[in-house]
């Protein structure tokens, strides 16, 4: 079993509950089983075989935002997201995955994405209007990914971004496949097979810098293509549109032409933060925007919040992950914010929908929606 490899995590972490104040899951469902310490004890009978996965732990274990806001709490390192994906990837081995997970594997083998989107004619549409050739050879390989591609408002602002500063961009012919949300679930093989044939795809392409929307995509282009053998060209840099939109601000290849007066907050994803220590990119890119007054979140940077969308819980259990998102409503609410800018579709997606359920007068966009309204 793959747990195995967490074997000193599991014992270290089922007597602990020292992280338990800042579990997304644990405190919105109040379940001793949902903290990394009640996970740990449900894995250590796994591991002594004195239990086997049935349909409470499995439940338990898909419970969780691999958020990772545990692992930075921990002054011991261990990792429970890393034991929860590896718990997760035994689950799909032992044949017992739930229906709601077996459906989003389904959508993705059949649609190309977890959203089922079959119908690309609004897509369709963007593309014929802002691109006029896809998949020629450029010095930018735009990847969208599957989140923002099933949200064309997101990828027709960052377009719109490469069209006015005039770079030379391609994107991909073929639909943008998401690896990271396989890897996330269990799904090993299939993020394996998929993240190979888009690194074949990518290397073909022979650009100079691919740049991604998706900050998930990000994560898995920087840590899950490398452990499932996808290789990528080393010579192709990989950046994220925060650092790439950064970069053009800096060499003075982009500015803003309009104000934007109100008041803007930034919710770090998981993704992009906690994991890859993105932080000051997307803050300096909203605050080079005249007019903003930038209010920083009280739990910040690697100690941001959740927004709940990850690790597959706004598609297994979108009812925990809509609390997650109400946090941030209210966090940003606190601090008087009017605008909630965040850097992952998957968070936009997540943020937004609980804009709308609660009626909020807080408006949520992806950075490069923000950006596109002060050209
Ligand atoms: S991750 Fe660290 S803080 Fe959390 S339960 Fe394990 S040992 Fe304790
Ligand atoms: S990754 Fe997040 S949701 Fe999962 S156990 Fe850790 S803090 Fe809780």
């Not at 010095?139 to 719109?160: Q, V």
């Not at 396989?182 to 100079?208: C, H, P, S, T």
Request: proline share 4%.
């Amino acid at each position: 079993m793959l747990i195995e490899k967490y074997r000193k995590t599991i014992e270290a972490c089922r007597f602990c509950p020292m992280c338990k104040v800042v579990c997304t899951v644990g405190n919105i469902t109040k379940n001793e089983a949902n903290y990394p310490r009640g996970k740990a004890l449900i894995l250590f009978t796994i591991l002594k075989k004195m239990r086997e996965f049935d349909e409470d732990i499995v439940e338990r274990i898909y419970q969780c935002a691999i958020c990772g806001l545990c692992k930075d709490w921990c002054i011991s390192d261990y990792d429970i997201p890393e034991l929860i994906m590896a718990a997760r990837a035994d689950i799909v081995n032992s044949g017992k995955i739930p229906s709601r997970v077996l459906k989003i594997y389904e959508n993705i083998r059949k649609t190309e994405n977890p959203y089922a989107m079959v119908n690309d004619e609004k897509i369709s549409a963007v593309l014929d209007k802002e691109i006029r050739e896809t998949g020629k050879r450029a010095k930018i390989l735009y990847f969208i990914g599957d989140t923002a591609f099933s949200h064309p408002e997101i990828f027709e602002a960052t377009i719109k971004i490469f069209n006015y500063t005039g770079i030379d961009f391609t994107i991909l012919p073929k639909k943008n496949r998401g690896v990271e949300l396989l890897y996330q679930l269990g799904f090993r093989k299939e993020a394996k097979r998929l993240a190979k044939e888009n690194a074949e795809v990518i290397n073909e392409a022979d650009a100079e810098v691919l740049v991604t929307s998706d900050a998930d995509e990000y994560l898995a282009f920087k840590r899950e293509y490398p452990r499932l053998g996808a290789s990528l060209n080393p010579d192709i840099k990989i950046m994220h549109i925060t650092e790439y939109i950064n970069l053009l601000l800096q060499k003075n290849k982009l500015s803003f032409s309009r104000k934007i007066n109100k008041s803007v907050t930034y919710h770090d994803p998981s993704s992009l933060g906690r994991y890859l220590g993105i932080h000051e990119p997307p803050r300096e890119v909203i605050k080079a925007i005249p007019g903003i007054e930038f209010k920083g979140m009280k739990w910040n940077r690697s100690r941001a919040r959740s927004c709940g969308a990850s690790g597959g819980l706004l598609f297994t259990n979108p009812e925990i992950a809509a609390k997650a998102a109400e946090n941030i409503i209210d966090e940003a609410t606190e601090i008087g914010a009017e605008i909630v800018v965040t850097a992952s579709p998957l968070c936009r997606q997540s943020v937004g929908d609980c804009k709308k359920l609660r009626n909020s007068s807080i408006e949520v966009y992806d950075i490069a929606e923000l950006i596109v309204k002060a050209f």
